[in-house]
C-alpha cells in the first residue's frame, strides 16, 4: 500500500529558484526518508529525518517533519540543472520492516 | 566502493522461462530488499530480508522466490515468468532498521 502521498506530482522551476515538494503519509513513522531518481536510474538517499526531529539539513536540502500533521517537506535552495530528477518520500513505519515510498514529484529545473 | 550490484541491467525474456536477478552488497549490510517500480503503482516492495536465511514477503510477493544463503547475496527468482512482471526491478540494502538505503542501478525486465 502506498503510504506517502506527494505534492505536487510535477514541478517546473528556473534554475536559481527554491524548489519545495510536500509529503503526507497515514500511520505513525520511525523516520522518514527522501529519495532521488534520475529517469530510469536507481534511488540515491538524500536524508533521513527522524520522528522526534522537526527539521534537518544537508547541503542545499532542507527538510521539515510535522508528526501531528502527518507531512514533510524537502526544499532545495539555489537550484540546479543536475537537480533535475524525480523525488520520493518513503516511510518507516513503526513495526514495519519495509520503506513504504510515495508516487513522487517529477522536478525540473529549466536553465 | 560502497555499492549493491544487479545483474543483468537489461532482460528480455519469454513467459514461463525461469530466470534470476542476482543482487550483492558489498557494505555487510543485514536488511536486504526486493521492489519493483510501475507508471501509477510507484515503488512496491516484493520481499525483504532480515538476515541469513531469513526471508518474509512484501506487498507483492506473487509469482517471485527469494533466498538469503550468504549475507551480501540476495537473488530475485522468477520460476514462471508471465507478461504482468515486466518492470523495473531494485535490490536494496541497509545496515539496520532505521537507516536509508542503497539501492542498485535496477533491472529492467521485460516478459513476452
Known amino acids: 500500500s502506498q503510504q506517502g502521498e506527494e505534492d505536487p506530482q510535477a514541478l517546473s522551476i528556473q534554475e536559481g529558484e527554491n524548489a519545495t515538494m510536500n509529503c503526507s503519509y497515514k500511520t505513525s513513522i520511525n523516520n522518514l526518508q527522501w529519495y532521488r531518481q534520475n529517469s530510469g536510474r536507481g534511488l540515491v538517499h538524500l536524508i533521513l529525518?527522524?520522528?522526534?526531529?522537526r527539521e534537518k539539513h544537508s547541503g542545499r536540502l532542507r527538510v521539515t517533519l510535522d508528526t501531528s500533521k502527518k507531512s514533510s517537506s524537502l526544499l532545495i535552495t539555489a537550484s540546479r540543472a543536475a537537480d533535475t530528477a524525480s523525488y520520493f518520500c518513503?516511510?518507516?513505519?513503526?513495526?514495519?520492516?519495509?520503506?513504504?515510498f510515495g508516487q513522487g514529484t517529477r522536478l525540473t529545473i529549466n536553465p | 566502493e560502497a555499492q549493491v550490484t544487479q545483474n543483468p541491467r537489461y532482460l528480455i525474456t519469454v513467459t514461463g522461462k525461469k530466470l534470476t536477478v542476482t543482487c550483492s552488497q558489498n557494505m555487510n549490510h543485514e536488511y536486504m530488499s526486493w521492489y519493483r517500480q510501475d507508471p501509477g503503482l510507484g515503488l512496491r516492495q516484493i520481499y525483504y530480508?532480515?538476515?541469513?536465511?531469513?526471508?518474509d514477503k512484501g506487498d507483492v510477493p506473487e509469482g517471485y522466490k527469494v533466498s538469503r544463503k550468504e549475507k551480501r547475496n540476495f537473488p530475485l527468482i522468477l520460476e514462471s515468468p508471465s507478461p504482468n512482471q515486466t518492470s523495473l526491478y531494485f535490490c536494496?540494502?541497509?545496515?539496520?532498521?532505521?537507516?536509508?538505503?542503497?539501492f542498485g542501478s535496477g533491472t529492467r525486465l521485460t516478459v513476452v
Open positions: 536494496a540494502s541497509r545496515r539496520d532498521r532505521g537507516d536509508g538505503y542503497t
Open positions: 518513503a516511510t518507516d513505519g513503526k513495526g514495519a520492516q519495509k520503506l513504504v
Open positions: 530480508s532480515m538476515n541469513v536465511e531469513v526471508t
Open positions: 529525518i527522524r520522528s522526534n526531529e
